[in-house]
């Protein structure tokens, strides 16, 4: 199926940073008239760029109708599932190849009734929500003197026995970065607080949301399973609310906690993965891979971790589908399933990641670049690419194309790109990454608050275009990006 | 009780707007010193303006332990009761007299456990909050489909029984505005929606939040009670939520909701009113009553509804009390209980005001002028006085005072300037009132997000300037606002 492009007034975003606005218009009338000579896949790449830019709203007509109908989407989730043959349908009426979904077994988490109070010196509600993979409450809920650590590593410090009967709290304060880089940083704490405090004897664990925002809003996320079970009970604090137990402390206080819960698991759920093609021309069995995940957590609706994903690459593949010309090689887009939960047995997380490099073993030797969107909706500002041809004529071409938009080049190879990836990049292939500015991601990722209003529509359509133009310009290209830059000599 | 203020580097509003920076280092100085020859009544008013705004944080500490303290002091409850009492010994300590507290019943309302969930075409969570004095629904909850209107006219013109066993929600859009029109607007449909929503059949009634963010948090907020009783179970979903409602009906689907909440009333609770004095030096039978309330909403803690007008008028009537000569009439402090809910029996509303205005109504004839602070912690941007002074020397000494730092005149009569202070001002006393900037109020009133984090210390000095320097005017003078604006020939 075809779908010429309507003329379409160019947005804002356009007008400030486009090189050739007047190239889009012209791009859709060659896409509904017959095959002109091939454009240099330089001019195709700069022409998808201006047309993702020019009232392509794929990629916003998709995020806001996956989060309308299916709201959050937990990994092995009938609304997980639905979404994904929605996504299925969605990718055949856009014209792609090989549609399928592939299917894995799971754990499932379900969050319950839950709440949480100050009992004592008074009582005052707080704002919490279990982490993932946390066990339930006893029905009257856990109660304890919170003990305040500043961080993980001061947790651990802890003799054992100490916080017996205790509930241990780790209050660090995520700091705000472009990059994520406080992130990582921070999460330490979500991923193996409840098992130490419980090696401690902690009764329940409380943290300092991993969040930037100050808004009553508790980021949940997920937790580690330790010998097939999270140990203790374990809550996420709204920012807003771990300072409240700061300053009753602060004002001589001992701060009770009651803390209640009845999340439980669903042992054999499933979660799966939607694959959709864009068959190369020349090329078909290489594939340029571009990924986002279909699960989200489940007090948001997913919207910018990660519909917003899903909706980058659903719309840039989208876009290359229309072009004049199909490239070389195969884009090919998968929607991962159960990205953002741990599982109690190995590999213990991204079951959508390795199902499938496991599922897609065979043909991981002629994937030939991989990259991941699942950072949010806000604009592009960097271009990681593989170490091979960080200083070729490939990185060259790409940033002339992507500079006019705000991307500069990164200076040192594109590293963990995507979680769901990570077991196709471990299997070897090549990873790029368009990175996106982070600075306010971390005031909605994992909360009530991650909903479709969130979204910036000029900043995502930049995405949709840093996306098509660097596709394109992988999909169409011979270049080898494990091993070297150059790409072969021009055909006649 | 005598508190000379340290020097304290100016901040840096003040390092902007201040025009006399260097008085209140001066200021600090005389009110530790022994009694100086009386200055002019606007010396003293602009010196009290720039010793608010040069690091005098009583308002600041009053607020930051009331709420961390206190948390949510919903009428009627203990939390409320408590405060009072920290309050009453707060003021003893600033050195205020005539310290008391006036007890009066109140039917209190409980929020219980609540949820909302659609649950047709597919099952999401919602962010819902019951409304104030909304009836708890059975056990299993309410289910039905919902039927949205406009606004409260569209439901009112839907015709008897054409609701029955529907949902009636009102969608309309509160209007951001600086000084809180938009609000005036839609709060209509909060208060009798559930009443005209009964009335046509419907099992219960939903109301897009009053508010203007767009997070995850309902806004709660008072129902009028119909014949004692709320009709039916009424709900404020979060803005997002209302997106979400209204984007599935586009899509062409019928939704359905189910509400549960488990509210409950108290009807022999008590609140109570906290009244403390700066006694005038000359006529201290004539009172300026400077009003805030002490309840809040359940879900915050009444940061900024109205931690902050406490916080205000004390740290005012503190410089007030501490500068170097008394002025000549009273300032009184009045920390209204129970403003925030409604009651089933006359007078419905205001129960702090009323009681205050009925046990003091011999006072109220030597009322000289009653102002309130109940808008946020936000600048004050505009002086508004009674009619009979708009165009007086007063209003020109006051203007002189505080058009340094950012206040303008209003061009009409002070009108409606505060619930607590509504009966007094019925009873015939003149009103002024200092207008905050409201334009991010509705952001976050009566949302769990009413917490300390969201005050700017800088702005809420302003507002401390502000009451400081016209209380002072007010109080120092002999005009009198309910007949005329010219004072008296000066006194030798």
């Known amino acids: 199926m075809h779908h010429p492009r309507p003329p379409a007034p160019l947005r804002r975003l356009c007008a400030t940073l486009c ?15 017959a095959p002109a000579p091939a454009a240099a896949p330089e001019a195709v790449a700069a022409q998808l760029r201006d047309a993702a830019l020019a009232g392509h709203d794929i990629a916003y007509q998709w995020v806001s109708e996956l989060t309308s109908r299916f709201g959050p989407r937990p990994a092995g989730s009938v609304n997980e599932q639905q979404a994904a043959e929605w996504a299925a349908a969605r990718f055949k009426e856009l014209g ?16 319950g009734a839950e709440s949480a109070q100050i009992t004592s010196p008074l009582a005052q509600p707080l704002v919490a929500a ?31 026995g100490s916080l017996s009967g205790k509930i241990a709290m780790v209050a ?42 100050s808004h009553r809003l508790a980021h949940t996320g997920t937790t580690r399973y330790v010998d097939g079970r999270v140990p203790v009970p374990a809550f996420a604090l709204s920012n807003p609310d771990a300072d409240q137990i700061a300053r009753l402390a602060a004002l001589g206080e001992k701060v009770r906690v009651r803390l209640y819960s009845s999340a439980s698991y669903v042992k054999d759920a499933h979660s799966q993965n939607v694959i959709a093609d864009v068959r190369g021309r020349a090329r078909p069995q290489e594939v340029v891979l571009l990924g ?3 699960d989200s957590w489940d007090q948001g609706t997913g919207a910018v971790d990660d519909g917003t994903g899903m909706a980058i690459i659903t719309a840039a593949a989208a876009l290359i589908r229309d072009a004049p010309q199909r490239p070389r090689r195969t884009v090919r887009v998968v929607l991962f399933g159960s990205e953002e939960i741990a599982q109690p047995v190995a590999p ?27 950072f949010g909706a806000d604009r592009v500002y960097r271009l990681g690419l593989p170490q091979a041809v960080l200083q070729g004529e490939f990185a060259k071409t790409a940033l002339r194309v992507l500079a006019p938009i705000g991307v500069l080049a990164a200076t040192q190879a594109a590293q963990h790109v995507g979680t769901d990836v990570g077991p196709t990049v471990e299997a070897g292939v090549p990873e790029f990454a368009l990175n996106q500015d982070g600075s306010g991601y971390f005031d909605i990722h994992h909360t009530a608050d991650d909903t479709l209003d969130k979204i910036d529509q000029e900043q995502l359509e930049q995405n949709v275009a840093a996306w098509a133009a660097l596709a394109w310009l992988a999909a169409d290209s011979d270049v080898d990006f494990r091993t070297h830059g150059a790409p072969p000599p021009p055909q006649p």
Chains 1, 2 share one sequence.
């Open 292 to 294: 986002a995940h279909l």
């Open 130 to 160: 279990a982490l993932g993979e946390s066990p339930p409450t006893p029905a009257a809920g856990v109660e304890g003197e919170v003990v305040t650590f500043a961080s993980l590593d001061a947790l651990k410090a802890a003799p054992p």
């Open 19 to 33: 090189v050739s606005s007047l190239a889009a218009a012209a791009f859709g009338a060659h896409a509904a008239a």
């Open 172 to 213: 660090g304060r995520m700091v705000r970065t472009q990059d994520g880089a406080g992130y990582g940083v921070a999460v330490d704490a979500r991923v193996d607080g409840a098992g130490e405090a419980a090696q401690r004897g902690a009764i329940a664990f409380l943290l300092r949301s991993v969040g930037t925002d």
């Open 348 to 374: 213990y997380g991204a079951f959508g990641g390795h199902a499938y490099a496991d599922n897609h073993k065979a043909e991981l030797a002629t994937h030939v670049l991989v990259g991941e969107s699942d």
């Open 96 to 111: 792609f190849e090989n549609v399928h979904i592939e299917s894995f077994p799971v754990t499932a988490w379900v969050r």
